[in-house]
């Protein structure tokens, strides 16, 4: 089972509504926790949870990684996320269960390969409400269909100078998710490169608090 910290509703009451976020590529659970503090002022009942993923970390072993990129190809990291991809199922319905929530009071955050996770999540949580995928990817499965009705809001945030997670990721994503039924928002981050800026995180910030009900 997936463990991480967590940031309590600032209301102090329970949660009505949760975001689980998905760190990067040798990262932890806490790196992207230090957001949850910003969105908080504004999502007083929201309670953030953010899972270190499952595997050490190949590159840096002091961290963890939702699926080896040694082979940074769309084959691989297909193959990586049919395998990442119960495992935060699995985790995220039991803590929705938990707190006697539901996927329709869900939002997930996903950073690089967690931005790329956070996309496959759709499909895994067919009602789940929004997913923030910041300097990631979407790599459709060829088994995927173009779903009607999906009520799942999208965003995609992109710094144009990103070189680890390269730009066109963005458009590249944006076009294989309308192909599927989806119209996701996008940002570009002008001169940004593999990072979330004061704009992405504004943005983020007013597109949880729209798709959460606040």
């Known amino acids: 089972m997936l463990e991480g910290p967590s940031l309590l509703p600032l209301s102090g009451k329970k949660a009505k509504k949760l975001v689980v976020f998905c760190h990067g590529y040798g ?3 806490q790196d992207l926790l230090s957001l949850a503090p910003y969105w908080s002022r504004i999502l007083p009942e929201v309670e953030f949870i953010s899972p270190n ?6 590159a840096y072993p002091a961290g963890y990684q939702w ?3 040694k082979e940074f190809t769309p084959q ?15 985790f995220i319905l039991q803590a929705l269960e938990k707190r ?13 390969q967690g931005g790329m996770i956070a996309l496959e999540m759709i499909f895994a949580l067919p009602d789940l409400k929004g997913v923030i995928s910041y300097s990631g990817g979407f790599y459709p499965s060829v088994l995927l269909t173009p779903i009607t ?6 965003l995609l945030v992109h710094g144009n100078e990103d070189t ?19 119209d996701p928002h996008t940002l570009t981050c002008s001169g940004l490169g593999h990072s979330i800026d004061e704009e992405g995180l504004k943005a983020g910030g007013k597109f949880l608090a729209d798709v959460l009900g606040h």
């Open 164 to 182: 680890v997670v390269p730009y066109e990721f963005l458009s590249e994503s944006q076009e294989h998710l309308r192909k599927l039924g989806f």
């Open 149 to 154: 009705g999906q009520r799942t809001e999208i």
């Open 76 to 90: 691989a990291i297909r193959i990586g996320l049919n395998k990442a991809v119960p495992v935060l199922q699995e």
């Open 100 to 112: 006697n929530l539901t996927p329709a009071d869900l939002a997930i955050v996903g950073f690089s």
């Open 27 to 29: 990262s932890n659970g």
């Open 53 to 58: 993923a499952p595997e050490i970390g190949e």
């Open 67 to 69: 699926f080896s990129l």
